[in-house]
């Protein structure tokens, strides 16, 4: 179930407008990129509009759109990207936010072509083990949602090939804290790689980990 449930659309317009700040001040975006999307609790979305800084959002600016993409309410008009959004909460009907951004390590992995796998730490067992990369799509085109459709039911974020990264969860706070999760481990899977190179668990290690938190062998 959404677990934003039981959050008003005013408490939600507050968090996404803190969510966007943080975003900007951890420098998982620059300039206007980026976004941020949370399902409301009659089944519209209420997402960041296109063309302004997620570090200077109000909670006015925010339009709410439909799934099918219509805008209902808002003077602003939504990102392009959300439609990427958009395709997460139709897969998933347990999807309830969604965080898009370019964080610089990650984009670079996107850029490179290359899933981040490693399972270097036991968080990254528990709480990210694979981050996979969605094929390249063109901007503002059905290819973009068709590309993360893959990845929504069975992981919670992916890398997007030459772009930039997604993550999505049951509410706003899970999904930006993957956002937070992946950029982390893609910066020290590069800081690794300058000091000669990463160390995965072992597979003893790694079985350990998924024993004791009950999660299930990929
Ligand atoms: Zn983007």
Redesign the pocket.
Known sequence: MAATTGSTEEELREQVVRVGRAMWERGLVSAN???VSVRLTDGSVLCTPTGVSKGFMTADMLPVVALDGTTLRGSLRPSS?VLMHLRAYLEDPGVGAVV???PLYATAFAIKGEALTGLMMPESVVAMPEVPLAPYAT?STQEVPDSIAPFVRTHTGCL?EH??ALTWGPDLMTAYLAMERLEYSAQITVLTRQIDGERQLSPERVAAVRHRFNIPTP
């Open positions: 990129d980026g976004n990207e898009h951004a370019h901007p997007l772009h930039g």
